[in-house]
């Protein structure tokens, strides 16, 4: 096996991975004809096919938008994902089965329970929860939390099932950008029951810094102690996209990206 080690651009074969974008990751290798890279300390591997898929699917969904946005944060961001727009019955079957494949590839089958956060999460939660069931056999529950504690009829906090001891969970949510959601969600779980939290799955890794100096999910596996990891990575999507057409259409030419990776230089995490 020959490993090649390089911080910023790198070759594999005879394709230029872009750089910049990756400024934000501690280091990048090849590893027989493959890019990998270090996120979090963990090695991740190329692209599989189905997250070339997932962002194919998010450009056709109108999901994921390039342009200027202003971020709840105040940034100025030349990408903004919303993943309110998978609104149609096959749009949210595919998303749940790109959610299922991610979640197995991540973290197995040894999980009970799939919590989606009030509100954009119980949609994911619901139709990640069906799809595990038709790809993989193992009928696991979903959950997710009200906004406000109902006090008649099904009273609680909670929808769907009810968490008990001794359950394995796994979060799901759309996107993280500070890690804000999680610290109101990681609470309510574990005050229903003695839980375990076995990780958080996102649908993009936006890359940028959380609180910190370090990414949002890098930040929430240092305070937290659980995995959190995303579908696909903005690198990737950059990777997947720039300057190759799509439909006809160059979605990230080399004016956006000159804009990607300024907006990384000032924001991307380290």
């Known amino acids: 096996m020959q490993i090649g080690v ?70 100025k961001s030349p990408f903004f994902m919303n993943a309110g727009a998978y609104v149609t019955g096959t749009q949210l079957k595919r998303l749940g089965e790109y959610y299922a494949r991610a979640i197995h590839d991540t973290y197995g089958d040894d999980f009970d329970v799939l919590f989606g956060p009030a509100y954009k999460g119980i949609p994911l939660a619901v139709a990640t929860t069906i799809a595990y069931a038709e790809l993989y056999g193992k009928e696991i529950r979903y959950c997710s939390n009200r906004k406000e504690e109902k006090d008649h009829g099904d009273t609680g906090i909670l929808l769907g099932s009810k968490l008990k001891d001794g359950d394995r969970v796994v979060i799901i949510e759309d996107v993280t950008t500070s890690g804000k959601s999680i610290e109101e969600t990681f609470p309510i779980i574990t005050a229903q029951a003695d839980v375990k939290v076995v990780g958080l799955m996102v649908s993009l890794n936006r890359m940028e810094r959380g609180k910190g100096e370090k990414s949002a999910l890098c930040e929430i596996k240092e ?31 080399d004016a956006l990206k000159a804009a990607i990776d300024a907006y990384y230089r000032e924001y991307g995490a380290k």
Not at 226 to 250: C, R, S
């Open 6 to 75: 390089c911080p910023l651009s790198f070759f594999v074969g005879e394709k230029l991975i872009p750089d910049g974008i990756y400024a934000s990751i501690r280091r990048a290798t090849v590893v027989n004809g493959r890019y990998s890279r270090s996120e979090c300390g963990r090695e991740v591997v190329r692209m599989e096919q189905y997250k070339e898929e997932f962002i194919r699917f998010m450009v056709d969904s109108n999901v994921l938008k390039f342009g200027e946005f202003t971020l709840k944060s105040g940034r």
């Open 223 to 253: 305070q937290y102690g659980f995995e959190a990891n995303a579908i696909v990575t903005m690198a990737e999507v950059t990777e997947y996209l720039y300057n190759k057409p799509y439909n006809g259409t160059i979605y990230i030419d």
